[in-house]
DNA sequence: CTGAAAGCGCTTACAG
DNA sequence: CTGAAAGCGCTTACAG
């Protein structure tokens, strides 16, 4: 039973009572480094424990000035890849003493208005990830002198810090893994064309069809969706030159790109139509689909962004960095390989790089 | 640029300051139904506007006692069905005027350390979404006479309330199914054996199939993980019986118990194997997997979790609530049908219900 | 090491 | 309708 006055939550006041001592004294127990003797830190926390007493973070807020809050901004929870994010970042923020204050956008409803509300939470620093909100809410972030990271996204001005994997290099991989397996006429389904990492994973993609002497891939929207992969899927394989492979810029795309070429075009995948994705999300495992991918090493993208947000909490004056992290190419059983890049994997075996280190 | 003196933020009384009145009138200001005149309201706005004043959230919450802050406990973010739960849940709040401290358990390390922190944030409420931390976390709320509401988990104490869809009538509507489909040895891969959620859809199943004059299904864990269904199935499909349906607890396991029976046994779903999931998420709906699964209705079930939050937050003494949603078993390809119940579904026709209306 | 006191940015009776 | 003042639960100089 709670020893609270009046079925209230116990405070600092309460527990230096019960403990004969100050508020300041509790105080000084609950704050690490702070020096207090052993003798009165037993007394206190004894009566702490009696009286259930926790110390209540807003209060600590409102005068340290530190809500160790993060604004986390997210949607497209259904590709796979965000949750993960999520997960990863949350779990190390929570390590660190922070603690996630989510934001979803919702399609439905515009956005700004809610943004404001969790910049009104005192938060310490947002992490942005998701295309689309970013533009109101970075500059909000701004106005409010508010530490800002970019996931998985670059900015269009230079003082943003982002973290992305290389996706440039990642296009152009899959483009020179493409053309090494004899593939001719590759195409290339666009993920949301705003977005920075849709831009840079299809330049890498051309500049890499170009190095390897072949033309400018088709190319169709797919919106990042299922649904926009599936139909840009239908026109690619309704072409007269139909391609041979299709690099769909992100996994949650590619799987529905499999799934119609199979399904309504009665192809064989990787036979008669190559298929790569990007992310390396936990669908790209399953057998069903067995993707080949290049991956987004998420430990250290969210390790990056979290010693980011900390050094910023600590000196926003510090210098906007863009963080590049490699990936690697994951190879498994929807494309076709380069003579002697081995058999198609089968599970358990660890997937071999390309190109072989 | 902000007005506010020596780089900090704005606060009520530079505002009131900058409009010639008092902080407490610019407060009212921005407390909705508070009296202040069109003329003041106007001036404070204004000054407000050229300061970029935003309230203090942090400031109100210690004053009021609500924090507007609901946390939200989740793990398992690769099973689909809990991002979905998570950005319907957090829209709706946000819609709400709240806001979503996210909590995620770290299956490597002690949780009950970091659920303290959480709870010091004067959340008004928590939503449980995951097994496992419960026992812990539901605890902690009560001492503190924090409002409580399980998410797809009923509580084992009668005080506890919570939001389900109907996992026993699901679990017989899957048997019913099956048996009218002609399959004779169904078997069943469970989830994760302590959780209710499994308990109740096995225990529908069994009485399901005891119903229908079938005997005691052969029942193995797969945890509700890819990996551990796809150890399940291959036990399953060793055995000398096999079964010729399999009911598996949730959606995530059923796609791997699809991928192991294609892939390892060279099975085709479902002339050789029925296959029937639980949740009926977004990967159910991909044509490589068309999976027969009972749905989790989850509109519904987000408006009635944030319904009984917003009722405790009001009245605490409010009487304990068990809401059980109804859901639909969804036919798709992946199980065989009785006879007269239509052919397989392709993409854009409505799937029919069973039994049919 | 310890305590009294100021103050973080608000809300809300209470007077006027 | 408006303002002065108390107070939410803490942290942190400042004295002792």
């Given at each position: 039973m709670s020893g609270a006055r009046d079925g209230r939550r116990a405070t600092a006041t309460d527990v230096a009572q019960r403990a004969g001592t100050s508020q300041s004294a509790v105080s000084r127990v609950f704050t690490p480094g702070a020096s207090v003797s052993p003798a009165l830190r037993e007394r206190v926390l004894e009566a702490a424990r009696s009286l259930d007493y926790r110390p209540n973070a807003i209060a600590r807020t409102l005068i340290?000035?530190?809500?160790?809050l993060v604004a986390v901004a997210m949607a497209h929870?259904?590709?796979?890849f965000y949750p993960s994010v999520l997960e990863a970042l949350s779990n190390r923020l929570q390590a660190q003493g922070y603690q996630v204050l989510l934001f979803t956008a919702d399609?439905?409803?515009?956005s700004d208005p809610l943004i404001e509300q969790v910049m009104r939470y005192q938060v310490d620093a947002v992490v942005l990830a998701s295309t689309g909100l970013s533009s109101s809410l970075a500059r909000e972030c701004r106005r409010l002198r508010v530490p800002v990271v970019l996931f998985n996204r670059v900015a269009d001005d230079p003082d943003t810090s982002s973290v992305t994997v290389d996706n440039e290099d990642g296009g152009h991989r899959i483009a020179a893994f493409l053309a090494a397996g004899g593939h001719r006429r590759p195409a290339f389904i666009a993920?949301?064309?705003?977005?920075s990492t849709n831009r840079d994973r299809a330049r890498g993609f051309a500049a890499g069809l170009r190095s390897a002497g072949l033309g400018t891939p088709a190319c169709v929207p797919g919106h990042y969706s299922y649904e926009g992969a599936a139909e840009a899927t239908r026109a690619l394989l309704h072409?007269?030159?139909?391609?041979?492979a299709i690099f769909c810029a992100n996994d949650h795309m590619a799987i529905a790109c499999i799934d119609v070429a199979r399904h309504e075009f009665g192809l064989s995948v990787p036979a008669d139509l190559s298929v790569v994705g990007f992310d390396d999300v936990g669908p790209a495992r399953w057998r069903g689909y067995d993707l080949t991918s290049f991956s987004q090493p998420l430990e250290p993208m969210v390790e990056a962004t979290v010693r980011m947000l900390l050094a910023l909490v600590e000196e926003p004056a510090q210098p906007v960095r863009r963080v590049v992290v490699k990936g690697e190419l994951v190879l498994r059983g929807s494309a076709r390989r380069p003579p002697?890049?081995?058999a198609i994997l089968r599970p358990g075996s660890a997937p071999p790089a390309f190109p072989p280190s």
């Open positions: 340290t000035r530190r809500s160790r929870l259904t590709n796979q399609p439905h409803r515009p993920g949301i064309e705003s977005s072409r007269q030159d139909r391609p041979d002697g890049q081995g």
